[in-house]
């Protein structure tokens, strides 16, 4: 994206430079009034704002009223959860064996591919839960671990293990869901990112963080992309709202 903007920014000023002088010369030279080519700098000038206007207010009128974070409702005592990651990465592997407060039970996870970041497993479902090590269910953790060199002298990884079982369905009432979809507007196409906790044994959503990127196609503000906003608020984590059941 740098390079991008370094590229196209000064061939972008380059043709406005070029295009205002043409105008304004030629306003000047078919008229005596000074107000022709007076409105042709104040319309060069107004342009990029223009532009940078136009995308802002066609990205927050998504943003405001719906982007941002909101935690409807907390709950005590869970055992674990159902994840839309792909395996058992970061946030399954943070939800039980690290950090100082108290652990998720299990988590439950689809795998679509395989990745050596949320061990090299093959597609299906699967419930992930914490052991002692030498557990028999762990050999696939002890495989991916045995590849991390970074992880190897951390005692949550090395005193603990991720057991791996393959389920025929996901049990969990509570599920942590990551969505993206488009919204096309005239001025460029919105990227929606959702991040919610449900319950689905009621379809409640529990809480949810909901962002907004949009890439405009107009001249000057494509240049300057990316057009973030997320409505203020900040982010959430599982433990915001899922409370995990105390040992």
């Not at 005592?77 to 943070?94: D, I, K, L, P, R």
């Not at 044994?201 to 973030?228: C, G």
Request: hydrophobic share 40%.
């Amino acid at each position: 994206m740098t390079v991008l903007v370094l590229y196209y920014v000064p061939l972008y000023a380059l043709a406005t430079v070029i295009a205002t002088l043409a105008v304004y010369w030629g306003a000047r030279f078919f008229t005596d009034s000074k107000w022709p080519h007076r409105v042709v700098l104040l319309a060069a000038m107004a342009w990029p704002f223009g532009d940078f206007a136009l995308t802002r207010l066609t990205l927050y009128s998504h943003c405001i009223g719906e982007g941002g974070t909101r935690i409807y409702r907390t709950v005590e005592n869970v055992e674990g959860y159902a994840s839309t990651e792909n395996g058992c990465g970061g946030f399954c592997m943070a939800s039980l064996i690290r950090g100082d407060h108290a652990h998720f039970r299990f988590v439950e996870a689809r795998v679509e591919s395989a990745t050596s970041y949320g061990m090299p497993l093959s597609p299906g479902l699967y419930r992930f839960t914490v052991e002692k090590p030498g557990h028999p269910q762990c050999k696939i953790y002890d495989r991916w671990l045995s590849g991390m060199k970074g992880l190897q002298n951390n005692e949550d990884f090395t005193n603990n293990c991720i057991s791996v079982k393959k389920i025929e369905n996901i049990t969990a009432r509570y599920n942590h869901a990551i969505k993206e979809s488009i919204i096309n507007t005239k001025f460029g196409d919105i990227s929606v990112s959702s991040y919610s906790i449900i319950d689905s044994e009621n379809k409640q959503t529990l809480a949810e963080d909901i962002s907004f990127y949009m890439r405009s196609k107009l001249f000057w503000s494509f240049a300057f992309n990316p057009h973030v906003c997320d409505g203020g608020g900040g982010n959430f984590n599982v433990y915001d709202v899922l409370k995990p059941v105390r040992a």
